[in-house]
């Protein structure tokens, strides 16, 4: 069974910065693509971020493109998300989730298996 774990969410002024983790209990974590996503009040869930198996490889919505950064650890079979420069539209509901594929996917159906969420919370 799957599990996935968001922490470090919290509420931080615009401008501020937060860093999101991902705990993951899959086997074999380090075969699968790892993803962030968030979902806003009355929205859509959206892709924020994707990494490939190895780390080589990260794909970003162009709204978070030069603000966030996502890496991931496979010997902790952890996935992090840095955000930096806040905005009060970035305020949602963060998942992380593990792709059905090694790629960094870009669209919600590539993945099969999603942690609880963390909310982030930007004040202006």
């Known amino acids: 069974q799957v599990q996935l774990v968001e922490s470090g969410g919290g509420l931080v002024p615009a401008g501020g910065s937060l860093r999101l983790a991902c705990a993951a209990s899959r086997r074999a974590f380090s075969s699968y693509g790892m993803g962030w996503f968030r979902q806003a009040p009355g929205k859509e869930r959206e892709f924020v971020a994707a990494i490939n198996w190895s780390g080589s490889s990260t794909n970003y919505a162009d709204s978070v493109k030069g603000r966030f950064t996502i890496s991931r650890d496979n010997p902790k079979n952890m996935v992090y998300l840095q955000m930096n420069s806040l905005k009060p539209e970035d305020t949602a509901v963060y998942y992380c989730?593990?792709?059905?594929?090694?790629?960094?996917?870009?669209?919600?159906?590539?993945?099969?298996?999603w942690g609880q969420g963390t909310q982030v919370t930007v004040s202006s």
């Open positions: 989730a593990t792709s059905t594929t090694q790629r960094a996917v870009t669209f919600r159906r590539g993945y099969e298996y």
